[in-house]
């Protein structure tokens, strides 16, 4: 295969806007994850919505990880092909179409994927005996994120048992994800919240062990509430994805984990000396969560992104020398986002280029 032609550059040289990551924060990101899960006995199923990049998923399997997480069917035909083979689809895969691909990738990965409706599962069983394949599922419990799941309690049971019967499907245990205390600033209060989230999961499991259900897999948790959720909590596998290259949004919840990820971008303007217009708008950035924070120690508040332009205004204008031309930086405020609107990794160590990997599962969302 040949180099890519940013391969040994200075980083100041390949061409903005570009998605750049540190590969020693990225390692040591990596390690500390699975150092935790280790130390903590809970297996590490990361979530790869975060990369999308088969490369950064080796480097995860290398230290430990027992499988993947994916939100989409589309992203596990990507995974499965790139030779990862036991994939959890955390979201219900609903509606014949994603049926029909669901079960035709189940004769190449073991597929898990989650439920929390008896019809749904009365029609994955069909699909699969259609084509002679076998789906794990798992029963997905709403711990107060009201998204998907059933409620603590029989339900659980009902569709526990109910898949068990089916002749195609295997009961393989319960989804249960905190993600609406990610987020939450006060550590004491986070780690609380996450305790008392999942004690109803505990007599959930326990009618299931006295029903001959045990789950042999309870998968959970992200990057904002790991510690909690995989030391004090019946998770019995971790689906964090962000900690791998963090953003503006997770790093002050989580300072033991680098900001590896930055996106490039060249200054195209300084119209006025305290406005600052870049090349990275938003088909290089996103926002939701926030705009990106511009790194190297310069004041400036973000005005807006339009499609291909940032625009900031300085803080102290006459302090900066920054002019066309020049070279600036940003700390994505939500990675997963920014990611899939890029095609390629640039990985850097030392100021240059060591490595370019593809964002193999960027733009799959089906
Ligand atoms: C089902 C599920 N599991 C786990 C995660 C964890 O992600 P992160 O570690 O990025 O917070 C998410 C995030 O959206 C999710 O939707």
Not at 130 to 156: I, T
Not at 168 to 175: I, K, S, T, V
């Amino acid at each position: 295969m040949s180099q890519h032609p940013a391969h040994g550059k200075p980083l100041d040289q390949v061409d903005t806007p570009s998605l750049l990551v540190d590969l020693d924060r990225l390692e040591a990101n990596i390690q500390r994850m699975a150092d935790f899960a280790a130390e903590h006995t809970v297996a590490l199923r990361p979530h790869i919505k975060t990369h999308k990049c088969p490369e950064v998923a080796r480097l995860q399997r290398e230290a430990g990880a027992v499988g993947f997480t994916c939100a989409k069917v589309s992203e596990a035909e990507v995974f499965a092909r790139a030779g990862f083979t036991d994939l959890l689809i955390a979201n219900q895969i609903t509606g014949p179409v994603k049926i029909d691909r669901l079960t035709d990738l189940a004769r190449e990965a073991r597929l898990t994927a989650a439920v929390d409706n008896p019809d749904n599962l009365v029609n994955l069983d069909r699909a699969c005996a259609d084509k002679g394949v076998r789906l794990g599922v798992l029963v997905e419990v709403d711990l107060g994120m009201k998204r998907c799941g059933v409620q603590p309690g029989p339900a659980v049971l009902e569709l526990a048992a109910q898949a068990e019967d089916l002749s195609h499907l295997d009961f393989r245990g319960l989804q249960a994800y905190e993600g609406h205390l990610v987020l939450l600033e006060d550590p004491d209060e986070r780690a609380e919240q996450v305790r008392e989230a999942f004690r109803p999961l505990e007599q959930v499991i326990a009618d299931l062990e006295a029903a001959g259900l045990s789950p042999e897999m309870v998968s959970g948790g992200g990057t904002g509430t790991y510690d909690t959720a995989g030391a004090e909590t019946p998770l019995t596998e971790l689906q964090v994805g962000s900690y791998v290259f963090m953003d503006a949004t997770y790093g002050p919840l989580r300072p033991e984990f680098a900001p590896a990820l930055s996106v490039s971008s060249t200054v195209v303007s300084r119209p006025v000396p305290e406005r600052l217009v870049t090349d990275a708008g938003l088909k290089a950035l996103t926002s939701e969560f926030g705009w990106p924070e511009l790194l190297g120690g310069i004041q400036a508040e973000m005005n807006y992104l339009s499609e291909e332009h940032g625009v900031l205004t300085l803080a102290d204008p006459g302090r900066v020398e920054l002019e066309a031309g020049d070279r600036v930086r940003f700390r994505p405020s939500h990675v997963c986002t920014t990611v899939n609107l890029h095609d390629q990794l640039i990985v850097h160590r030392d100021g240059r280029v060591v490595d370019v990997w593809p964002i193999a599962a960027r733009g799959c969302v089906q």
